[in-house]
């Protein structure tokens, strides 16, 4: 199986180093985009089997930049891991209704952004293959 491809939106340059480590260690092919206009336009470009999406940023926050991945015919299937400063009840609601398939509330520990990685391609294979 080819090594998945993962775009990480984060306009944290520490926190995008710190998880282009993490997922390289872990054979994953990363791409970066530092605001939510790049990334949207990186997410059409590169068409990525999955995205890390920070919620608090500048200019086009992560709901925002949700919105469109998931309103464009081409990165509407991808799914979208979404990074909170804090845990928030309304937030992970909001942020489910917008499509994405997983919150993770940082600081998490690398372990478990790999887990949820994992498990969030996982449910994408299982879905395609039953969708033939």
């Known amino acids: 199986m080819a090594r998945a491809r ?5 306009d944290d340059e520490k926190a995008r180093r710190l998880m282009q ?8 092919a990363v791409i970066m985009a530092e605001d939510g206009q790049e990334g949207v336009e ?3 470009q590169e068409g990525p089997d999955l995205i890390i999406l920070d919620v608090m940023m500048p200019g086009m926050d992560g709901f925002e930049t949700c919105e469109r991945l998931k309103g464009d015919e081409r990165t509407k ?8 400063a804090t845990y928030d009840l309304e937030l992970t609601k909001k942020a489910f209704g917008r499509g ?11 372990e478990a952004l790999v887990n949820a990685i994992e498990a969030t391609l996982a449910a994408k294979r299982r879905l395609a293959r ?3």
């Open 77 to 84: 299937g991808i799914p979208v891991i979404m990074l909170t």
């Open 100 to 110: 994405v398939a997983m919150c993770l509330t940082k600081p998490y520990r690398g």
């Open 130 to 132: 039953e969708r033939g």
């Open 6 to 10: 993962i775009l990480v939106i984060d």
């Open 21 to 28: 480590i993490t997922l390289a260690s872990k054979d994953y």
């Open 42 to 44: 990186l997410a059409i």
